[in-house]
């Protein structure tokens, strides 16, 4: 048996949505969420690739996200760097096997330990201390798979939060809509006074008894 870790946190989830998705083959479009995800990450990997990038395929709030990014890290912090790796590992007590794709991978030059680099984009608390690091902590499936795959790895979870700033629009107080790029600057200001909230990343591990 083949699977992924978007199946399985599907079945965990919902047994019926599990049910359409992969039974069923019965799918609706994509949220707006999944679809803002999609893009930051192809964004974040060319970032890590250290390759040219643009913000023209992505929408205000997600600009402001990414620029916000690149102030924050300036650059990515590991040697030899890939991105978008696939990978495979047969659990043999159980017969399945687990594939997907690694966001990135590069080599710690402090530690000279393999890091696997796992993006998150979400509009909840990321605060250390937060319920949000509280399951990812203890729960998260993807760890454990990629620990699997790679046992003297470790996981760096590296999350970006989505502003809750709206634009704004015309009424008694203001004579035009907001513009996008005032948006992305007013975005911007907020990110710069409160980096912590917005950027966080921390190292993630599973022991062998976990």
């Known amino acids: 048996m083949i699977l992924t870790n978007s199946e399985i946190a599907c079945f965990q989830r919902c047994e019926r949505e599990w049910q359409h998705r992969y039974v069923d083959h019965r799918t609706g479009p994509s949220t707006d969420s999944q679809s803002r995800g999609t893009r930051i990450h192809a964004w974040l990997a ?10 023209v395929s992505l ?8 620029k916000g990014y690149d102030a ?17 590992v047969e659990l043999t007590s159980s017969g399945v096997t687990l594939i997907g794709e690694l966001d990135a991978v590069g080599i710690d030059p402090g530690s000279g330990m393999t890091v696997i680099v796992e993006h998150k984009s979400t509009t909840q608390d990321i ?9 990812r902590i203890s729960c998260d499936p993807q760890v454990s798979t990629y620990a699997r795959a790679y ?26 809509a907001e513009t996008p790029e005032e948006y992305v600057a007013r975005c911007i200001v907020a990110m710069s006074e409160e980096p912590d909230k917005y950027f966080q990343r921390a190292h993630l591990v599973r022991l062998e008894s976990e």
Not at 59 to 66: H, N, T
């Open 46 to 55: 060319e970032w890590w690739r250290g390759n040219p990038y643009n913000f």
């Open 151 to 176: 046992p003297e790895a470790y996981v760096l979870y590296d999350v970006l939060r989505v502003p809750a700033l709206r634009l704004l629009e015309a009424n008694s107080r203001r004579k035009a």
């Open 72 to 88: 924050r890290w300036s650059a990515a912090h590991l040697t030899h760097v890939r991105a978008c790796v696939p990978f495979e």
């Open 127 to 135: 605060s250390p201390g937060s319920q949000y690091w509280q399951e």
């Open 59 to 66: 929408e205000p709030v997600e600009a402001a996200m990414v």
